[in-house]
């Protein structure tokens, strides 16, 4: 669950954070998670359990897997979010942005095609716009012809980068979500052995990249801990032991417009939520 706020002279002394963040520096800053959730309704105390440990002004749910008309609304205003913005449906998919803060209307893009929530996007903070996106998985399959999924995930990022090609990269933006796509070499813990691995596969890479730069797009974790620093944000439920084995991905995301860079004050990754009882 990473965060951004005003950057401090010297950047964090690391990427994460197993316990209690450092508080946020001032009633000004603004401190934004981002979490897959895998279940929004399913997780209602993790929600709680991460405003305790984290203290963040604004989470950003994807994967909430609830149609609107059931959206925990009373039950998120309790943890302290009372502003809330959704975009469900019955099974998968599904975002949400949850705010301690006034929020405006939001709004979203159909892209990819199918219809599915993936995407929402509101005013935040007194002009801020704040886009919550989830890319599709892509299954497990490289291959756009054979595999229904991976093409959808190729034909979501495609669009979702002509979209920002086409607005003006002044404004104050931040995009945050699970974007499925880790894209440089120490973003997985092994670059030549994920070559082949829906996530990591070069076309995934180069359009994650393209899209970085259709908007002149801040990746803010790099921004404060360039390659070759090794940073994963999601470890397999399939390793027994996964602190030992370390097999991560950084399939999580924040990016700021460079309106927004001088603002920037530090990203965390709450690593120690990854054991807490039925993570996601």
Same mark, same amino acid.
């Given at each position: 669950?990473?965060?951004?706020?005003?950057?401090?002279?010297?950047?964090?002394?690391?990427?994460?954070?197993?316990?209690?963040?450092?508080?946020?520096?001032?009633?000004? @800053?603004?401190?934004? *998670?981002? +979490?897959?959730?895998?279940?929004?309704?399913? /997780?209602?105390? &993790?929600? %709680?359990? =991460?405003?305790?440990?984290?203290?963040?002004?604004?989470?950003?749910?994807?994967?909430?897997?609830?149609?609107?008309?059931?959206?925990?609304?009373?039950?998120?205003?309790?943890?302290?979010?009372?502003?809330?913005?959704?975009?469900?449906?019955?099974?998968?998919?599904?975002?949400?942005?949850?705010?301690?803060?006034?929020?405006?209307?939001?709004?979203?893009?159909?892209?990819?095609?199918?219809?599915?929530?993936?995407?929402?996007?509101?005013?935040?903070?007194?002009?801020?716009?704040?886009?919550?996106?989830?890319?599709?998985?892509?299954?497990?399959?490289?291959?756009?012809?054979?595999?229904?999924?991976?093409?959808?995930?190729?034909?979501?990022? @495609?669009?979702?980068? *002509?979209? +920002?090609?086409?607005?003006?990269?002044?404004? /104050?933006?931040? &995009?945050? %979500?699970? =974007?499925?796509?880790?894209?440089?070499?120490?973003?997985?813990?092994?670059?030549?052995?994920?070559?082949?691995?829906?996530?990591?596969?070069?076309?995934?890479?180069?359009?994650?990249?393209?899209?970085?730069?259709?908007?002149?797009?801040?990746?803010?974790?790099?921004?404060?801990?360039?390659?070759?620093?090794?940073?994963?944000?999601?470890?397999?439920?399939?390793?027994?032991?996964?602190?030992?084995?370390?097999?991560?991905?950084?399939?999580?995301?924040?990016?700021?417009?460079?309106?927004?860079?001088?603002?920037?004050?530090?990203?965390?990754?709450?690593?120690?939520?990854?054991?807490?009882?039925?993570?996601?």
């Amino acid at each position: 669950m990473p965060s951004t706020m005003r950057r401090p002279a010297t950047r964090p002394s690391a990427v994460y954070a197993e316990g209690r963040l450092p508080p946020a520096p001032g009633a000004k @800053s603004l401190r934004i *998670a981002t +979490w897959n959730i895998n279940s929004v309704r399913l /997780r209602l105390g &993790l929600i %709680g359990r =991460l405003a305790r440990v984290a203290d963040p002004d604004i989470i950003c749910l994807q994967e909430t897997k609830c149609p609107d008309e059931l959206f925990p609304v009373e039950a998120l205003a309790k943890l302290g979010y009372p502003h809330q913005a959704f975009r469900g449906e019955k099974g998968y998919n599904g975002v949400a942005i949850l705010s301690r803060r006034p929020i405006g209307e939001h709004a979203r893009q159909p892209w990819g095609g199918l219809g599915d929530s993936r995407h929402i996007y509101l005013e935040v903070a007194g002009g801020i716009e704040l886009h919550n996106v989830y890319v599709p998985a892509g299954g497990d399959i490289p291959n756009a012809k054979t595999n229904a999924k991976f093409a959808h995930k190729l034909r979501f990022l @495609s669009e979702m980068t *002509a979209w +920002w090609q086409d607005r003006p990269a002044n404004a /104050r933006r931040i &995009l945050a %979500g699970d =974007l499925n796509v880790a894209p440089y070499e120490n973003d997985v813990w092994s670059h030549k052995q994920l070559l082949d691995v829906v996530s990591h596969t070069p076309v995934e890479v180069d359009l994650l990249g393209k899209c970085l730069a259709a908007h002149r797009w801040i990746d803010v974790s790099r921004r404060f801990f360039p390659e070759p620093e090794r940073i994963y944000s999601w470890w397999s439920y399939r390793n027994r032991d996964w602190r030992a084995s370390d097999r991560g991905r950084r399939l999580d995301h924040i990016w700021v417009t460079p309106a927004l860079d001088p603002q920037l004050l530090g990203f965390y990754i709450l690593k120690g939520a990854r054991d807490w009882p039925t993570p996601s």
